[in-house]
């Protein structure tokens, strides 16, 4: 059954033209030295002929030639798909971070505003090869010691996050004379290194860089939040009348 | 042969329909795929986002009520105290309106009675000026020519040289004196030597001519016409005051008064309870409305076995139980006291020197006994209803004013009168005459090179071998002497009792009589609120000890108010018991003075006024530094009334309510997790092998007064310092101000750095449910901070 040609007809039924079917039947006893190749190409020449008047596999073909096509449209979507996830936790990291802003930079924080964002960041971070940062140590240790699960890979996550996370707020110095003003306006704005990892797609956005350790393609990414601080704890400069 | 039953098979194989259709099925398996995991981070996003709001806007809710609460009660405190300064008010209009009024109708009688029966004293001025001018003129030639027998017996020669000498010395000098007061205190001529005053006018007259220029006139009627119509007047002011205050003062204020306060303390009370059920009221509706669980948190107080801590305002009635008399044992009486932490040293508690201290100072080698009052009344640092006095004192202050301006308008016509009545006589605005000095300085200088002071006019001593006839014209020249500047000071004096002749109708009295009024009820009522303890205060407010690092401090600045008071309080008294010693004990005073009566104790006051000062400083300073330090001592030993717990430490940077305070009066913890309806619905869990995460938000949200920081409101106030209040008393402590001024109105609510997280999952079982629930499951403080960013 397999070895049954997909088209039964006789190679000399194909219509390949005179001449050469004739030659191959008028040489019916070639010399020894010219017999061999004459009927080894005449085999060939069968089987291209046979191949040319088959119709198998003319679907596989234009299949062959979109697949690439395919797969890369296929892979630009993935790509797109996953810098649109990772928006969203940027925009959500933007608002643990200004958040974190409303109530930490009047109590003279601001590493908390950073802080926040990183932890935010950190599940959407690959892995580091730098060495775990003392920061990420140190947020792994205490979600570790309240029970929270964390991956091992947290610190090396987490230590993306720090390098390639850049918090700004703007204005930079939100003091506020809280006797005629209950806040300040404070935009803060979450830019992170998103690193790419879709071959094929990569290649058309971001640029070449090395974050962290890890050589590849990155896209920048950025989203702001604006929030209004809270009153501070702390007394306003100059101590209200107290010894210096 | 092929077998028949791969036949189906061989013909699937050979059929190329659907090939795309395959890569189509697995193309969009992929993108479902791709979508769930954008579906499922939007979905946790944005539950987690909502949950931080929910939990957000509920502490920010609650503290909101706690703020408002604090204001309300800071505004019926005021109301308190606005109600005592009506009360204040009410008890001092009819003594005042009684002296005023009284004071008033007899200075119109008498004037009345001066006008109809006409004034002999006023009638008699002129002529008695004249007198005295003739007097004083007759007396000159008489001393002055004593003085020239003198002068010319003098140049005799005596036994002892030096002797001689002195006594011409004197004679010069005495006949210089002589000359300079006739010529420039009488008659206005310029100083006969540059170290000698000129005359005594104000605008630089001899007497003469202030008789001359003040010559009282025959006709009094004018004056007193003046008078009465000003005094009309004065009384038509006081019946203005009479018609507005007479409706309030025919009610029973300080009966509806204390009906009043009674009232808005009964609110106050209901107002506070009304706090925990309203925010667990608004925890539940927000609940609702967001579709979650809430729970409400506090630190170390109002949690509940099974459910949400409840929330409280920050306040306490002033007779709740925490706030009871403290023991105390009093260095200075060797006894224990109550010290009530509302009327803090006041009666038996107050801080007294228990004995008097009399001394005994030798002056002149006479010894001079005296007695230096080592307290103040009511004791030192004594306060009646501490929590509210500040805004109270303010209060009745203010409300004084507007009454006073009565008081301010009598006297304001009675300064109107007196200068009426100036014009009327001619008299410079300044109608000062500079007294006779008792010494002048010497027109030639001395062995030491200095000009010395001699008496005005020198008593002249004859030489022990001098003549009779010298000593005789000496005795003479001394009476006459005498007698001249005797009648110089009485003519001196008649001027100035005419430029003083109608003071008694002039001199203002109504404001100062208020003023007096109003501060004895002021203390009255003050002490009424203390007593009753019908207000507020914040729940921070406690009897507390000086903190140790301000101890040294306070030591210093009480010792120092303490000596300054001691010192300021009996300098008069001391003084004057000094100086009628030195005089009394001069030999120039009773019975053997040189100078005339009028003016011996003038002179031998001038003489003695800076040693009595000195004597009296040093002695009632040696007293207060023995004394002070032990009141000082025992002020700092003893609790005052703080209204927030005095910082560890030396200010800043702990300015302001302290972090115990703070996280246990004035914060919150609200913490929020999903329901089943607002749980994070992901899709094709299985597929991302994705499972939900547990969603926890909290937020730490607190009550806060910003005037914390303004120096007018008690930022700038010192815990190693006295604090003194409008009315100069002062205490050994900031003065509360966050529930009884208008600083009090200024509570706020804001959200927090969560830093009393930890110690309230400890204290709290449902928020330590939620936070096991969320994935915490060992509240670890070190941990939870390192972690609570927000």
């Known amino acids: ?244 | 042969m092929t077998p028949r039953l791969l036949q189906p098979l061989i013909r699937l194989h050979r059929n190329t329909r659907g090939n795309i259709a395959v890569l189509l099925l697995l193309t969009i398996f992929c993108l479902v795929g791709l979508i769930g995991l954008v579906w499922n981070t939007a979905e946790l996003a944005t539950r987690r986002e909502s949950l931080q709001t929910a939990a957000d806007s509920s502490a920010h809710a609650a503290a909101t009520w706690m703020s408002r609460c604090t204001n309300l009660v800071a505004a019926q405190n005021m109301v308190i105290c606005q109600d005592g300064s009506a009360e204040v008010i009410w008890h001092a209009i009819p003594p005042t309106d009684k002296s005023v009024r009284t004071h008033l109708e007899r200075e119109l009688a008498d004037a009345q009675t001066m006008l109809s029966g006409g004034d002999p004293q006023f009638a008699s001025m002129r002529n008695r000026m004249l007198d005295a001018l003739r007097r004083v003129d007759d007396e000159y030639a008489m001393a002055s020519g004593a003085w020239q027998s003198v002068s010319g017996l003098s140049n005799q020669k005596f036994a002892d040289q030096l002797q001689g000498d002195n006594f011409r010395k004197a004679v010069r000098q005495a006949g210089e004196l002589l000359d300079w007061v006739n010529a420039t205190y009488v008659n206005g001529d310029p100083a006969n030597s540059p170290r000698r005053p000129g005359p005594p006018g104000p605008g630089g007259e001899g007497l003469r001519q202030l008789v001359e220029k003040w010559s009282p006139p025959a006709n009094s009627a004018p004056f007193l016409q003046a008078i009465i119509a000003s005094l009309q007047q004065q009384l038509a002011v006081l019946a203005e005051f009479e018609s507005r205050t007479a409706p309030g003062v025919a009610q029973d204020v300080p009966g509806r008064v204390a009906a009043h306060e009674a009232e808005v303390f009964a609110t106050q009370q209901e107002m506070v309870a009304q706090i925990t059920p309203t925010i667990s009221q608004q925890f539940s509706d927000q609940a609702d409305f967001y579709k979650i669980r809430l729970t409400a948190a506090t630190t170390g107080r109002g949690a509940q076995p099974n459910g949400p801590a409840q929330i409280q305002a920050p306040v306490a009635p002033a007779d709740d139980p925490s706030l009871t008399p403290q023991p105390h044992f009093d260095s200075l009486r060797g006894a224990t006291v109550e010290i009530d932490p509302i009327n803090v040293h006041t009666d038996a508690a107050a801080i007294i020197w228990p004995t008097p201290e009399s001394r005994t100072i030798t002056i002149a080698g006479r010894p001079i006994k005296f007695t230096v009052n080592c307290n103040i009344p009511g004791g030192w640092g004594h306060v009646y209803a501490a929590p509210i006095k500040r805004y109270f004192e303010q209060r009745v202050a203010s409300d004084q004013q507007s009454l006073a301006t009565y008081m301010q308008r009598i006297d304001d016509l009675r300064r109107q009168l007196a200068e009426l009545l100036r014009q009327l006589r001619g008299l410079p605005t300044n109608d000062t005459i500079t007294p006779l000095p008792a010494t002048l300085s010497d027109s030639v200088i001395d062995d030491t090179g200095n000009f010395p002071s001699v008496a005005a006019p020198p008593r002249l001593t004859a030489p022990d071998d001098a003549s009779d006839q010298l000593r005789a014209q000496v005795a003479l020249y001394n009476q006459h002497a005498r007698a001249y500047t005797g009648t110089v000071r009485g003519l001196a004096g008649l001027l100035r009792s005419w430029a003083r002749y109608y003071d008694r109708f002039t001199v203002p009295f109504a404001v100062a009589t208020w003023h007096g009024h109003v501060d004895h009820f002021r203390h009255v009522v003050l002490k009424q609120l203390g007593t009753s303890k019908q207000f507020m205060v914040l729940a921070t407010y406690r009897l507390r000890h000086i903190p140790d690092w301000a101890q040294a401090g306070m030591r210093t600045s009480a010792e120092t108010a303490i000596r300054d008071r001691i010192v300021s309080q009996n300098i008069g008294p001391v003084g004057q018991s000094i100086l009628s010693t030195l005089i009394g004990a001069d030999p120039s005073g009773a019975g053997g003075g040189f100078l005339d009566p009028t003016g011996r104790n003038t002179v031998l006051a001038a003489r003695y006024s800076p040693q009595a000062s000195q004597a009296a400083f040093a002695a009632i300073n040696a007293v207060a530094a023995e004394v002070a330090p032990q009141i000082a001592a025992e002020w700092v030993s003893r609790p005052w009334p703080y209204e927030i717990t005095p910082p560890d430490t030396r200010v800043p940077p702990s300015q302001g309510i302290g972090k115990n305070d703070r996280q246990t009066y004035f914060t919150l913890i609200a913490a929020a997790r999903p329901t089943a309806a607002n749980a994070p619905r992901f899709i094709l869990p299985k597929l991302t092998q994705t499972k939900a995460p547990e969603l926890l938000a909290y937020a730490q949200a607190e009550a806060f007064n910003w005037m914390e920081f303004n120096a007018a409101y008690g930022g700038s106030e010192r815990f190693d310092e006295v604090a003194s209040d409008p009315n100069a008393f002062f205490i050994g402590c900031p003065l509360p101000w966050r529930l009884s001024t208008i600083g009090g109105w200024n509570w706020n609510s804001r959200l927090a750095v969560s830093d009393a997280l930890s110690t309230s999952i400890a204290s709290n079982p449902e928020l330590e449910t939620f936070f096991t629930e969320g994935g915490v499951t060992n509240n670890d403080p070190q941990s939870i901070d390192t972690l609570t960013l927000h």
Not at chain 1, 85 to 102: E, F, G, T, Y
């Open chain 1, 1 to 244: 059954m397999f070895n049954r040609p997909a088209h039964p007809r006789p190679l000399n039924s194909l219509p390949l033209g005179g001449g050469l079917g004739r030659g191959l039947e008028t040489s019916k006893q070639p010399s020894a030295a010219c017999t061999r190749p004459t009927r080894s190409l005449a085999v060939a020449l069968r089987l291209f002929a046979r191949t040319l008047h088959s119709d198998r596999g003319s679907a596989a073909v234009p299949f062959i030639l979109a697949l690439p096509i395919f797969l890369w449209i296929v892979a630009i979507l993935v790509q797109y798909t996953i810098i649109v996830n990772a928006k969203l936790l940027i925009d959500h990291a933007a608002q643990s971070a200004a958040r974190a802003a409303v109530t930490s930079l009047p109590e003279g924080h601001p590493e908390n505003v950073a802080a926040a964002a990183y932890l935010g960041l950190a599940t959407l971070s690959p892995l580091s090869t730098l060495p775990p940062s003392v920061q990420a140590d140190n947020v792994y240790r205490a979600l570790q010691n309240t029970g929270i699960p964390a991956a091992d890979t947290f610190p090396a996550r987490y230590t993306y996050a720090m390098e390639a996370t850049k918090v700004d707020w703007n204005p930079q110095n939100p003091q506020v004379d809280f006797t005629t003003s209950r806040g300040r306006q404070l935009d803060v704005t979450v830019t992170y290194r998103l690193c790419l990892t879709v071959p094929g797609a990569m290649g058309l956005i971001g640029s070449a860089d090395t974050v962290a350790g890890i050589s590849g393609r990155f896209l920048t990414i950025a989203s702001t939040s604006r929030v209004e601080t809270s009153h501070s704890r702390q007394s306003a400069a100059g101590g209200g009348g107290w010894p210096q």
